[in-house]
């Protein structure tokens, strides 16, 4: 192993050269992952409405956009790490910023809609090198009283980024267009591989036996990915693709097949002997539940806020600023409190203060006036009085909701295993946090999509089961040129009523998490090791 970076002692509170540029280089790399989900949400409508598309609809294709991406870094987050401790992680790490930025900038460029789907799928692989990377190397460059303060840092810069990140990609996608949101990163990379390479040192882990389950991930990525592209294109298609029912088959194999792989590799990807653990099996459960209905939840806000009601990408992204500033303000108090009192009372009663705010949402009015901010017009910064009564409740009740649920989860997953499996446990936590939106987001577009065309049938007269109909008027997305003002307020009336529905199943899958936590928890686990060397592992909301 490579000399380690000195170490500053309590009494030197600065840092070196070298741990300054580590912490510069890991914030930009991860903070680029985490930034590019909140852009691109407030980019799915434009990307919508200006990208061609002849293979897939508009929503078929960003619900592509966003849970494609999140299955495949879901898939390879594992395997990525591993990766990582065996060939370098400062090479890994490095290889991971070059993927991003290359694939960051094709985004920006794609021709079509299919080819912008494709480029994110590879973005997400490249996504996986970096976000336990960046973890590993600040791991390396500090000790000590020195660690705790630099992931603070980290944590604060991308609970930064989580905040500004909505009002950011709002601004650029208003003014400059939705492409520049993926280009904007490849300057940045460029200067945190530059950095990397001359400024970061490198490590490994030297008993890593440099034997990987690559056959565990390939499995993996198939049953998340052939469940969620057949169930969306399927439904997408009226259950008339059979490229729809042959990768719902290969999902549906795959994913038996996975835990019996799992059981006979003699170096899983994923070890089963984990989920004895009553505690983590648990945590894991709730995890993929609570996740799930809140990337969810982000997804469907951000197309029904711009693409029905009028929002533009600055005002859906300020509306939901109080949400990222409880997050910021309101984990480390309330990791405290769940340190003392217990963390199984905060993992039940946040996911149902998030169903509360679902609720809510569940009755947003077909006509609420749209928040339509503009930095052109300081004036229209100021909100309407429909956004502060039907969406901002929302935020308020689902934020706090959101603070109660990130530092308890995070403390309860880390005390409930050794500390010599802590890095697979909190990779496997990543994994299933980030593959709930692909899985169950598929499955509620089934009802979601179902209703609109029912509603829109029913109100127009219009022949929903036909393609070129489907293709015209794609749920919780304007129609397309040429439909009647009468189509036009059916199809928006028709969206809102999904829209409930989508937001009434999220909040179903709220109250499962917290249910999962009441019952699989108990109370002597929520008080478990709640230090500063299990805070990074954090969910990013």
Known sequence: MTARASVPTPADAGMTAVQRWTLVCTVIGSGAVFLDGTIVNAALKHIGQELPATLIGVLEGQAYIVGGYLAVLAALLILAGALSDHYGRRRVYAIGLVGFAATSALCGLAPTLEWLVVFRLIQGAAGALLIPGSLALITHAFDGVARARAFGIWAASTAALTVLGPIIGGTIVDTVGWRIAFLVNVPLLAFALWATVTHVQESRDTESTGRFDWLGALVAALAVGGLAFGVIRGQANAWADIAAWIAIAIGIVSLIAFPILMARRPHPLVPLELFRNRAFASINIATFFIYGGLYVTFFYQAVILQGVLGYTALGAGLIGLPSG????????????????????????????????GLLWYARLPYGSAPWKASIDDPASLIPPLDAITDVLPFALVFGLGISC?????????????????????????????????????????????????????????????????????????????????????????????????????????????????????????GAADTSPAAEPQQQSA
């Open 325 to 356: 500033i409880m997050l910021a303000v309101l984990s480390t108090r309330i990791g405290t409190l769940a340190g003392r009192y217990g963390s199984r009372r905060f993992l039940v009663a946040g996911p149902l203060l998030m169903a509360a």
């Open 405 to 525: 649920v990130v530092a308890p989860l995070t403390s309860t997953l880390m005390g409930s295993i050794s500390g010599r499996f802590s890095g697979i446990g909190s990779a496997i936590n990543n994994s299933i946090a980030r593959v709930g939106q692909p899985l169950l987001g598929a499955l509620i577009f089934i009802p979601i999509s179902a209703a609109y065309y029912a509603s829109l049938g029913s109100a127009t007269g219009l022949d929903t089961a036909d393609s070129t109909i489907r293709r015209a008027f794609q749920p919780l997305n304007p129609p397309a040129g040429g439909a009647t003002a009468d189509q036009v307020a059916a199809s928006n009336m028709a969206s809102i009523e999904a829209f409930h529905l989508a937001m009434l199943v999220c909040a179903v899958l709220l109250v499962i998490g917290a249910a999962v936590s009441w019952y699989g928890l108990r109370e002597s686990v």
